[in-house]
């Protein structure tokens, strides 16, 4: 099973749902954004990142970045607290780049 989550800088950062986006600021160059990713998913930008509750792949659009796509695949050891574990993880990015995570299966905005 797995979720998709995408990391955004919205000109409006108070929205709260992926639909009500019009336009988007660009997150930063490639290398700043895959270093920003690499705080909480070292090696995940066109590769892999594991831990025994879920792996992340992360994929960059752009130079200067417009947005990161995010899939968490989660493994055997998933537990109600692995949620919490991924979205603080995901925190530390978009504070980093002044993202906003939507989750794309519902647009609904996860952190910060």
């Known amino acids: ?4 989550v995408i990391l955004i800088k919205p000109n409006d950062l ?3 749902d992926l639909s009500s986006v ?3 600021m660009q997150l930063g160059d490639k290398e700043f954004v895959e270093a920003a990713i690499g705080l909480s998913f070292p090696g995940a930008v066109n590769g892999l990142w594991q ?10 659009n752009g130079n200067p970045v417009e947005s990161v796509h995010i899939t968490a695949h989660f493994g055997d050891a998933w537990a109600e607290a692995s949620e919490a574990k991924l979205l603080s993880l995901i925190t530390v990015i978009c504070h980093e780049t002044g993202a906003v995570a939507f989750s794309i299966s519902d647009n609904s905005k996860l952190a910060p």
């Open 14 to 16: 108070s929205l709260e």
């Open 22 to 24: 019009e336009d988007v």
């Open 51 to 60: 831990s025994e509750e879920f792996s992340i792949e992360a994929l960059i």
């Open 1 to 4: 099973m797995s979720f998709d």
